[in-house]
């Protein structure tokens, strides 16, 4: 069984900074992409950033500049370093893994059950 474990949300005040960690954990073969999506009330899930296996990046317009997202393959983990912080960061943010379980032939999309992040004064 596959598993993704957020870690890192919280409470920050306008212009700071939260660094978020997720882990893929379970009988996994490979993991091609990781990446975070966020969710804010009443809002469409949105991307914030992804990276593949071999470091390319992706980040939604609104986080450009200021989040910056990395990964250790070999922890199966990703990072993402969130700076200057505004109130609309403010979301729910989901880990995914687009990953190759053992036993499977193909890839599939995989999900954490998300951390939150509030940024106010």
């Known amino acids: 069984q596959v598993q993704l474990v957020e870690s890192g949300g919280g409470l920050v005040q306008p212009g700071g900074s939260l660094r978020l960690s997720c882990v893929a954990s379970?009988?996994?073969?490979?993991?091609?992409?990781m990446g975070w999506y966020r969710q804010a009330p009443g809002k469409q899930r949105e991307l914030v950033a992804t990276?593949?296996?071999?470091?390319?990046?992706n980040y939604g317009d609104s986080v450009k500049g200021r989040f910056t997202i990395s990964r250790d393959n070999a922890k199966n983990t990703v990072y993402l370093q969130m700076n200057s912080l505004k109130p609309e960061d403010t979301a729910v943010y989901y880990c995914?893994?687009?990953?190759?379980?053992?036993?499977?032939?193909?890839?599939?999309?995989?999900w954490g059950r998300g951390t939150q992040v509030t940024v106010s004064s």
């Open positions: 379970g009988s996994i073969v490979s993991i091609f992409a």
């Open positions: 990276i593949t296996s071999g470091g390319s990046t």
């Open positions: 995914n893994a687009q990953l190759r379980p053992r036993g499977y032939s193909g890839y599939g999309d995989y």
